[in-house]
């Protein structure tokens, strides 16, 4: 999958906080895509129209942006251009609630991704059942449970990352058990992830496997950054991630990326 | 101290310029506190709430963060949360003064931390006596002097670093002269610091002691990673020295941190 | 020159995107110039009037930084100070566009820098006659051709930058070609090197030789940083490129910079 990335090379275009940006457009260009990064109303529908691809993330959101987001989402749904969202700190303030609120109810996401309590937000939100706890963890609740619930409500592929990641979509499931526990010591992991399965779904692949092949990209690469960097620090290890996701190739990911379908 | 960092890992919210923040986010990390940057209004009151420190740093500022950063403080001071400011360019230009007028009217800050001329500059506004140069050197000015007086009249511990640096609060000074010029050819190792002291005040400890050794901290850090990187560039430098934050320990900082307390 | 660089040390005031600007602060700083970044429209005139250099660059533009990008062009065009213009993504959006169209009419530039495609766009709008294709390549297209047009309608310092650089102005041309492929791997090449252009011309030397010599630079950095780092990995790369950068000296850019003045 990797390699189609590389061969088609989809341009993304992303919408993203400003604390992890360059990360993000670097581990695009890493797995072989092209990113772009607009964010203003009157530029992001000309711009999501010649991607392959749009991310959205609301790390840093205000209101000028969320605007930009929804124009370019609908944009891109018109345009049946596959949307990624990353709900960063859904269910950690009212802000962020009713920004993820209006996004689902605007947008067809193709691929939710966020951690177990963003995902629980979203669900308690989508299914109007369950509660809500941003600190949230695996003893608390089942992440297949609740990304089946969110894909069923939604549509769209959902993915729980953590220290086993979980996709869900239309009944199937994949689990990722590759990454290490580094990844959580430095900054925008997450996002980079997001930005980079902008880049796998923007081969018009299967979304599921899309997805799913991201994730295990990025696991493979965080073992390989931690055999390399692991105990020199969090800077190196940051430095050999990005290394490691620029020479990543699908041999790699089926050796080291420790994706079951289940 | 930075064992009980490690152990509470506290939230720092920061409300800092996006030049540096990423490296803000990280050296928040490597030192073992978690950050959350978030700037919009409608958010950070909800952010702050959840945070055991907050981080103000007016380096790239405009009318829309400032309302933020007032709301964000007002509300930090209300719950007693430490707020450390960062007042980035106070003395060069007229926006920039006016906006650290208008902070120090509105919140009381635990740590006030600059360098020499933008602490000089809030001297010179809190005492409306001494005059404001912004390019003023330890030649022109007695830094211990000048932190004192800061310190009095707001209330906050007064840090000014530089060469060498210099941390008061009720008639106690703190000396600290570890660190490298190196530090001063890449950009952010202030604000670094700024984030740095968040995580050691989000402690709950004493503030003149977490200060000091927030910035003792960062001046072995320095130290380190002149000597692993120091005539490779400055590119590994700056790696070097987030990777030296996210090994330091406290003997370490004893060791390398050279700090008296006068 | 670049020792005058490090001798003078300019101010560099840069209006740049949020996805590359802590890249272009440090390398600004890797060269001996200082950066000063600020957008907001109060603060812009206070700090162009402190500086030797303006650096524009509209890769993350919006409303509220047009104007500040404008107002801080007009009061160095007053001073006299000169202003570089990075018109990042012209020609591939309506809004990017107009923008540029309108910087364009009230700043008068002393280097416009850009890739092919957007030269092509800015030399279709000044001369008014040519098409304008955002994927143009030098088959398309004469890169020196383009140069000279738009430098002798705008009265600038042209810059081509690609596989090989142009540089043209007042029927001069520069030709450089050092650099490598694998900066086109990681984001900001163009923006770091539209930063130093900034600190060379800071330095109130002639223009055109500043720019290319910048440029040759940035090529022998490119060469020296896939010497060491190429087979490594992106991540690896970029660290390698500052480092290089603030390595430089006049001797290895006449050496691997590959200037040659037509």
Chains 1, 2, 3 share one sequence.
Not at 78 to 90: F, H, K, Q, T, Y
Not at 121 to 135: A, E, Q
């Amino acid at each position: 999958m990797i390699a189609v990335v590389r061969e088609r090379c989809p341009l993304v275009h992303a919408i993203t906080n400003y604390v992890t940006v360059n990360d993000v457009a670097n581990s695009i260009l890493a797995i072989g895509a092209s990113p772009i990064m607009s964010d203003d109303i009157s530029d992001v529908e000309d711009i999501v129209s010649i991607s392959q691809a749009l991310v959205i993330n609301i790390g840093t959101l205000n209101e000028r942006t969320i605007r930009s987001m929804i124009a370019a989402g609908r944009k891109a749904n018109e345009l049946s251009i596959p949307v990624v969202l990353d709900p960063v700190g859904a269910g950690a303030s009212g802000f962020r609630n009713s920004t993820t609120d209006k996004l689902l109810d605007a947008i067809a996401f193709t691929v939710i991704r966020g951690n177990l309590s963003e995902m629980a937000y979203i669900d308690g939100r989508v299914s109007g059942t369950k509660g809500v706890d941003s600190s949230m963890t695996e003893k608390d609740a089942d992440p297949a449970a609740i990304a089946e619930s969110v894909s069923e409500r939604t549509g769209a592929v959902a993915a729980i990352t953590g220290r086993v990641d979980t996709v869900a979509r239309d009944g199937r499931i994949a689990r990722i058990s590759s990454g290490c526990a580094e990844m959580g010591r430095i900054t925008g992991t997450g996002c980079m992830l997001s930005g980079i399965i902008g880049g796998f779904v923007g081969t018009g692949e299967d979304p599921f496997m899309a997805t799913s092949e991201a994730i295990a990209a990025m696991g493979a690469a965080g073992l390989i950054a931690y055999e390399k960097a692991g105990n020199v620090g969090t800077g190196s290890f940051r430095v050999a991630l990005i290394d490691a996701l620029s020479m990543m190739d699908d041999e790699t990911i089926r050796e080291r990326g420790k994706l079951e379908i289940l």
